[in-house]
């Protein structure tokens, strides 16, 4: 299973030889939802930063997206781990979850969901210098 998964991260991202590099970024837009109080959140999450969604706590490693003249997509490698009180952390994900296809790689657990919307840069990257 570790094994497609990382095959579907290669032909997402990487397209095809001819199709432009995916390029990295430094903000995920998420949602999440609430099973118990219908409630859907919107929220952002820092690359390499803790963000907290119910008892839920998420940490984004690293963040993909294809470039604008491709289609669509996000990749995010991230880690959710269940916090609640006088207990162990609860480890519940460690992986990519992507923009297009929340199902193919999904955080299973009873009260609460969480997807990517979009990966994205919010600092100026320096221009690439060509030789």
Not at 35 to 59: D, E, H
Request: charged share 20%; glycine share 6%.
């Amino acid at each position: 299973m570790k094994w497609a998964m990382g095959t579907a991260l290669a032909v997402v991202i990487a397209g095809n030889a001819t199709g432009a590099a995916a390029f990295p970024g430094d903000m995920v837009i998420m949602q999440g939802l609430d099973k118990v109080t219908a409630r859907v959140s919107t929220f952002q999450a820092p690359l390499g930063t803790v963000v907290r969604f119910g008892t839920l706590s998420i940490t984004v490693r690293s963040c993909d997206r294809t470039p604008p003249e491709e289609p669509p997509e996000s990749a995010v490698f991230m880690d959710i781990v269940e916090i609640r009180p006088d207990e162990d952390p609860a480890p519940l994900f460690t992986g990519w979850m992507f923009s297009s296809s929340p199902a193919l790689s999904a955080l299973e657990h009873p009260v609460y969901d969480v997807w990517v919307l979009e990966c994205k840069q919010t600092t100026e990257q320096p221009a690439s210098k060509e030789r």
